[in-house]
């Protein structure tokens, strides 16, 4: 029988719809229960390809008797983090202040006031490496409530009461200057692992937005550390089993230092942000390295993301069933000799094992290998591509990854300025079309005609839950992303009515920003966090886009907003640049300009077209293009910019200074600093 999931539009949730567990969605009617029975809240948060999360559902919240324990005794609420990414902050910060660590899946016990006072993330269903097995946890949450209920009442409200007195560390309305990403610089260079590229020890997280700030520091500074730290975690991720070598895209990180094992499952802003950071090191070096996978993992989320109302899915599952039936991380992707040699032959299959490093012992569990890139070239190019094609053709045929297929806004953003600009890049416009099908997909179906966005949609209808900061930020930048690509201001007055928003619903005292609105449901803490996790915050997102907006528009309000935004930055830089990478990132362009660039010249034109191509290319940080007809409307900066002898022209302003209009596409490529392409 199905319980209170199963209208859910989560794929998540609907995951859990079946479970004899008396699941609740996340309610007012859930705590309205706890407090009629007189019980506590059992919380638990995870999400749809969280490996963990499908294993403590099967060992524990499938299994009759646990279920039957848990239905008398709490009352179950079932969340998806990536629906309710505030209620998921909120808690997690409980839960590592508690424990010192935090993670999914979350296992949270609330008072029926929503307070927090007991914490965990998976439990087992049998004691085990000197954890509590779930039932034992039930039990003994069980008797604290019945027989120590003031304490846990005490407990609770010190919580809440400590959660409620944490002040943000913040640095001023200041923007960082040199000096301050200097620091960041070499606070990054103090962490990177020189022998296998990123930063730290294991497990080991693709670096995306440090690594934007390395390519435009270097862009601005010159610095060549900078630029061999970000190409060179680029090639190692590149070649290592973290990178699907056979099908494109990135999986979530690696379980070790050297990016051979990853954890499996794939996540749309993982492959955004990563496709986006290889098409900028394409643009700073020429690399055939970062042009390849930049276009590899383009397609990967336009073939196996893409959904049928124009929007991408959210991610794909680590796990996948075996051809025998059973049911295993990795197992879509992974090879032994035999199969190679089932699917290529004797020759080929040496082959492929010796460039993808598939050994007899294997790289992974039981004898199977991930496939990564061995040493140099080891054949001809040609060989190499019918050996993938084949093998790739062999894999389809395998049971797929289980695919999260709601579409959530601040990701598909990251997606659209990713699609977008790779797609201008390398003259691909059936990439900016898809970019285009994704950005009218969250006007249509995310947007009101207020500029307040849904967080969520599944098959071309809107979730319940409203967006936090992050959607906001990210689909204003996808959408600044998608104007300068194309040309079409109508995406500038969109990011407009976003950031409108921004500023009306989400800015608190000096500047700082909120995760949620200030109309937004109320929990027991207002999140508010300026450090990126897998993705930008929302504090940096927002940032970068109202500065990009300002740029464009010479809004001074926006630019104020944006320079109040990144105080903090400057406060995190030299203590936690690689947390803050985005914030430095929209630092750097700050502290350049951003330059602004307009190019006008007619429809067709090969000048014309010419120089919007240079002007995209250019890797000076930020800088904002608009292209159109001379005495367009569709962009401030293109007001009183004429041609130039009757020839497409360009124009670079900076700093409220403008440099002489150019005809010259390589005049243009200096002053942007195009000049390798």
Same mark, same amino acid.
């Given at each position: 029988?199905?319980?209170?999931?199963?209208?859910?539009?989560?794929?998540?949730?609907?995951?859990?719809?079946?479970?004899?567990?008396?699941?609740?969605?996340?309610?007012?009617?859930?705590?309205?229960?706890?407090?009629?029975?007189?019980?506590?809240?059992?919380?638990s948060?995870?999400?749809?390809?969280?490996?963990?999360?499908?294993?403590?559902? *099967?060992?524990?919240?499938?299994?009759?008797?646990?279920?039957?324990?848990?239905?008398?005794? $709490?009352?179950?609420?079932k969340?998806? *983090? #990536?629906?309710?990414?505030?209620?998921?902050?909120?808690?997690?910060?409980?839960?590592?202040?508690?424990?010192?660590?935090?993670?999914?899946?979350?296992?949270?016990?609330?008072?029926?006031?929503? #307070?927090?006072?007991?914490?965990?993330?998976?439990?087992?269903?049998?004691?085990?490496?000197?954890?509590?097995?779930?039932?034992?946890?039930?039990e003994?949450?069980?008797?604290a409530?019945?027989?120590?209920?003031?304490?846990?009442?005490? &407990?609770?409200?010190?919580?809440?009461?400590?959660?409620?007195?944490r002040?943000?560390?913040?640095?001023?309305?200041?923007?960082?200057?040199?000096?301050?990403?200097?620091?960041?610089?070499?606070?990054?260079?103090?962490?990177?692992?020189?022998?296998?590229?990123?930063?730290?020890?294991?497990?080991?997280?693709?670096?995306?937005?440090?690594? #934007?700030?390395?390519?435009?520091?270097?862009?601005?500074?010159g610095?060549?550390?900078?630029?061999?730290?970000?190409?060179?975690?680029?090639?190692?991720?590149?070649?290592?089993?973290?990178y699907?070598?056979?099908?494109?895209g990135?999986?979530?990180?690696?379980?070790?230092?050297?990016?051979?094992?990853?954890?499996?499952?794939?996540?749309?802003?993982?492959?955004?942000? !990563?496709?986006? &950071?290889y098409?900028?090191?394409?643009?700073?070096?020429?690399?055939?390295?970062?042009?390849?996978?930049?276009?590899?993992?383009?397609?990967?989320?336009?073939?196996?993301?893409?959904?049928?109302?124009?929007?991408?899915?959210?991610? !794909?599952?680590?796990?996948?069933?075996?051809?025998?039936?059973?049911?295993?991380?990795?197992? $879509?992707?992974?090879?032994?000799?035999?199969?190679?040699?089932?699917?290529?032959?004797?020759?080929?299959?040496?082959?492929?094992?010796?460039?993808?490093?598939?050994?007899?012992?294997?790289?992974?569990e039981?004898?199977?290998?991930?496939?990564?890139?061995v040493?140099?070239?080891?054949?001809?190019?040609?060989?190499?591509?019918? &050996?993938?094609?084949?093998?790739?053709?062999?894999?389809?045929?395998?049971?797929?990854?289980?695919?999260?297929?709601?579409?959530?806004?601040?990701w598909?953003?990251?997606?659209?300025?990713?699609?977008? #600009?790779?797609?201008?890049?390398?003259?691909?416009?059936?990439? %900016?079309?898809?970019?285009?099908?994704?950005?009218?997909?969250l006007v249509?179906?995310?947007?009101?005609?207020?500029?307040?966005?849904?967080?969520?949609?599944?098959?071309?209808?809107?979730?319940?839950?409203?967006?936090?900061?992050?959607?906001?930020?990210?689909?204003?930048?996808?959408?600044l992303?998608?104007?300068?690509?194309?040309?079409?201001?109508?995406?500038?007055?969109?990011?407009?009515?976003?950031?409108?928003?921004v !500023?009306?619903?989400?800015?608190?005292?000096?500047?700082?920003?909120?995760?949620?609105?200030?109309?937004?449901?109320?929990?027991?803490?207002?999140?508010?966090?300026?450090?990126?996790?897998?993705?930008?915050?929302?504090?940096?997102?927002?940032?970068?886009?109202?500065?990009?907006?300002?740029?464009?528009?010479?809004?001074?309000?926006?630019?104020?907003?944006?320079?109040?935004?990144?105080?903090?930055?400057?406060?995190?830089?030299?203590?936690?640049?690689?947390?803050?990478?985005?914030?430095?990132?929209?630092?750097?362009?700050?502290?350049?300009?951003?330059?602004?660039?307009?190019?006008?010249?007619?429809?067709?034109?090969?000048?014309?077209?010419?120089?919007?191509?240079?002007?995209?290319?250019?890797?000076?940080?930020?800088? %904002?293009?608009?292209?159109?007809?001379p005495?367009?409307?569709?962009?401030?900066?293109?007001?009183d910019?004429?041609?130039?002898?009757?020839?497409?022209?360009?124009?670079?302003?900076?700093?409220?200074?403008?440099?002489?209009?150019?005809a010259?596409?390589?005049?243009?490529?200096?002053?942007?600093?195009?000049?390798?392409?």
């Amino acid at each position: 029988m199905a319980n209170r999931l199963s209208g859910s539009t989560s794929p998540y949730l609907l995951q859990h719809a079946d479970n004899p567990v008396d699941w609740w969605p996340w309610g007012d009617e859930a705590f309205a229960q706890a407090r009629e029975r007189g019980v506590p809240v059992l919380l638990s948060v995870g999400y749809s390809s969280c490996h963990w999360c499908h294993v403590m559902a *099967r060992e524990s919240f499938e299994d009759e008797a646990t279920a039957a324990y848990l239905n008398e005794h $709490f009352v179950p609420v079932k969340v998806d *983090r #990536e629906e309710r990414p505030d209620v998921d902050a909120v808690y997690m910060e409980a839960v590592q202040a508690a424990t010192g660590q935090g993670g999914w899946p979350m296992t949270v016990f609330l008072t029926p006031g929503a #307070e927090p006072f007991y914490f965990g993330t998976y439990f087992p269903p049998e004691p085990r490496q000197g954890m509590a097995s779930f039932r034992q946890v039930l039990e003994g949450v069980h008797a604290a409530w019945r027989d120590r209920r003031d304490e846990v009442a005490e &407990v609770a409200a010190r919580v809440v009461k400590d959660l409620g007195g944490r002040s943000l560390a913040y640095g001023g309305t200041a923007p960082p200057g040199e000096s301050e990403l200097a620091a960041a610089l070499l606070g990054l260079t103090r962490e990177y692992d020189s022998v296998r590229g990123g930063f730290g020890g294991a497990p080991k997280f693709p670096p995306s937005m440090a690594l #934007e700030f390395l390519l435009r520091h270097h862009a601005r500074t010159g610095a060549e550390g900078a630029l061999q730290m970000a190409h060179d975690s680029c090639e190692a991720m590149a070649r290592g089993g973290i990178y699907d070598q056979l099908g494109g895209g990135f999986s979530r990180y690696s379980v070790d230092r050297d990016w051979l094992v990853p954890h499996f499952e794939k996540m749309l802003y993982d492959n955004a942000l !990563l496709c986006r &950071v290889y098409a900028h090191l394409w643009r700073a070096t020429g690399s055939d390295l970062a042009r390849r996978v930049a276009l590899e993992t383009a397609d990967f989320m336009v073939r196996e993301l893409r959904t049928a109302q124009g929007g991408f899915a959210s991610a !794909l599952d680590a796990d996948s069933d075996r051809a025998d039936g059973t049911h295993a991380e990795g197992a $879509f992707y992974v090879w032994t000799p035999d199969e190679l040699r089932e699917v290529l032959g004797e020759a080929d299959a040496a082959l492929a094992a010796e460039h993808f490093g598939v050994t007899e012992d294997g790289t992974f569990e039981e004898g199977a290998s991930v496939l990564r890139l061995v040493g140099g070239e080891l054949a001809d190019a040609e060989r190499i591509a019918s &050996v993938r094609q084949r093998l790739l053709a062999a894999r389809e045929a395998r049971p797929r990854p289980g695919r999260d297929d709601k579409v959530v806004a601040a990701w598909n953003g990251l997606a659209v300025a990713a699609l977008a #600009e790779t797609g201008a890049y390398f003259e691909r416009p059936d990439l %900016v079309a898809a970019a285009v099908d994704a950005a009218d997909l969250l006007v249509r179906v995310h947007m009101d005609e207020h500029g307040r966005l849904a967080r969520t949609s599944r098959d071309g209808a809107a979730g319940a839950h409203v967006g936090v900061l992050e959607d906001y930020g990210d689909v204003a930048e996808g959408f600044l992303a998608l104007a300068a690509v194309t040309g079409e201001g109508v995406w500038l007055d969109f990011a407009g009515l976003l950031l409108d928003s921004v !500023l009306r619903h989400f800015v608190g005292e000096e500047g700082t920003l909120y995760d949620t609105a200030d109309d937004a449901e109320a929990l027991i803490r207002r999140p508010q966090d300026p450090t990126d996790n897998a993705a930008p915050s929302g504090w940096t997102a927002a940032a970068g886009a109202l500065l990009s907006y300002a740029a464009y528009t010479g809004s001074a309000t926006h630019r104020d907003a944006a320079e109040a935004a990144l105080g903090v930055v400057g406060a995190l830089a030299g203590r936690v640049p690689r947390f803050i990478g985005w914030g430095l990132a929209v630092a750097e362009a700050a502290v350049d300009g951003p330059r602004e660039v307009a190019v006008v010249g007619a429809a067709g034109d090969a000048g014309f077209a010419a120089l919007h191509r240079i002007a995209l290319l250019g890797t000076a940080p930020g800088a %904002v293009v608009a292209a159109g007809e001379p005495g367009s409307e569709e962009f401030a900066l293109l007001a009183d910019r004429p041609l130039v002898d009757g020839r497409a022209a360009a124009y670079v302003c900076r700093h409220f200074v403008c440099a002489a209009p150019t005809a010259d596409a390589d005049v243009l490529a200096a002053a942007l600093g195009a000049e390798a392409l």
